[in-house]
């Protein structure tokens, strides 16, 4: 754990990059928890960062555990500012929450998934002469009754009304997290060709160059069939290298295929993707930018009691083969793949053995489809301009 994050750190002065009054608009606070994951932090740090950014926002990022952000954002700290976001440590107890003024009162209050303001703060936007706008940002879902929820006034008992702004795949939703460049970006990396490219992502990481074996990142929960998936790359005719990051398939190490990648900064973990001919993402950050890499991938859902999560991923994969217009075998590979990567732990083991290989047959076909999804929603606006013109209409 980087030092400072284990004692007081002394606060650094702000600099205008993360002063209110050096910026052209709206004062903003992001509140989030990190539950049991490190989605909930990467999810946070993006919006605040492409709010700063792209939109001249003034945002403050309150998170109860700042040193989730310390691999993902070098230079994250409590009291830190980093491209325009001043990241902040959510403590009830901190005198800015405990005792919080309505003038230190933000324009625009998210609580971001599970994150809320605290009472004290909650009370001060009662005061407030203008009350801000108050955003519940929840999960992203394809399923159809998200629509029909995104945007629905939440009136409280004290007089304040919560708006909930839901993240997803249609037109009526929030939409997805999308920097202004992030195509271009991708774009440039693939210019001199895509061996090369991978070659240069094997150097960054510090591992032999993979020479003709074909690459795929491995970033799942500990419950999924690791073993059986692995044992599946093996058994290809051509030869497969499967990145794993630390701490997230233990069952993974010694594997013949398994390569031991270190964890990566959020502004590397595209190239990572771009670089690979498959991508195995879980939660909702790696999801949605697996799905911007535009290259094929296979995404495992958070689990939930009763299997709940799997009409997240029936609903996803619907939404997906209805905008990518797979080739017939294409679609049956990819609904047949991820039906078994988010089984139970069982039926999974028994099942992705005979999934896999239909999709990796399908990478071609999988690949055009995710250029042709790419092109249906790249044409859409981003879940940042959506989310500061929603704030604009409640103020």
């Known amino acids: 754990m980087p030092d400072g994050y284990t004692r007081a750190m002394p606060t650094p002065p702000i600099g205008r990059a993360c002063d209110p009054a050096a910026r052209q608009d709206l004062r903003w606070d992001l509140f989030c928890v990190v539950v049991d994951n490190l989605g909930d932090a990467a999810i946070g740090w993006r919006l605040a960062r492409q709010l700063a950014a792209e939109h001249a926002m003034a945002p403050r990022l309150w998170i109860d555990r700042p040193e989730a952000l310390a691999a993902m954002v070098p230079g994250a700290g409590p009291g830190r500012c980093v491209d325009g976001v001043r990241i902040e440590r959510l403590d009830p107890a901190d005198p800015r ?11 625009v209050v998210v609580g971001l998934l599970a994150g809320a303001p605290p009472p004290a ?12 706008a108050w955003i519940a940002f929840e999960y992203l879902s394809a399923e159809p009754w998200v629509a029909t929820h995104h945007g629905l006034p939440s009136p409280k008992p004290d007089g304040l009304v919560e708006h909930f702004f839901f993240p997803g795949f249609e037109p009526a939703t929030g939409g997805l997290l999308r920097e202004a460049d992030l195509l ?28 003709d074996a074909r690459l795929a990142s491995l970033f799942c929960y500990p419950d999924a069939a690791v073993g059986p998936l692995l ?34 900064p959020q502004r590397d973990y595209d190239p990572l993707l771009w670089s690979c001919d498959l991508n195995l993402v879980r939660g909702e950050d790696s999801f949605v ?15 939930q009691p009763e299997g709940a999560h799997r009409a997240k991923v029936e609903a996803f994969v619907a939404a997906w083969i209805r905008d990518a217009a797979p080739a017939p075998a294409a679609a049956r590979a990819f609904a047949a793949m991820h039906a078994a ?55």
Request: with cysteine; net charge positive.
């Open 97 to 107: 929450l405990a005792r919080t003024a309505p003038d230190d009162v933000a324009d």
């Open 121 to 132: 703060y909650r009370a001060a936007m009662r005061a407030r002469s203008r009350r801000p």
């Open 184 to 211: 271009a970006r991708r774009d440039a990396h693939a210019a001199p060709g895509r061996r090369a490219a991978r070659d240069a992502l094997c150097a960054t990481l510090g591992i032999e160059r993979p020479g």
């Open 231 to 264: 044992d599946a790359f093996a058994a290809r005719p051509e030869r497969w290298r499967v990145l794993v990051p630390p701490g997230v398939a233990p069952s993974a190490a010694g594997h013949p295929v398994a390569v031991p990648v270190p964890f990566v």
């Open 289 to 303: 930018r697996a799905l911007w890499a535009g290259r094929p991938m296979v995404w495992q859902a958070y689990r």
């Open 341 to 395: 990567w988010n089984a139970e732990a069982g039926d999974a083991a028994a099942r992705v053995p005979a999934a896999l290989p239909t999709v990796l047959d399908a990478l071609d076909a999988l690949g055009e489809s995710g250029a042709r999804w790419i092109a249906t929603h790249a044409a859409t606006p981003d879940l940042a301009t959506r989310l500061v013109a929603f704030a604009r209409e409640r103020l």
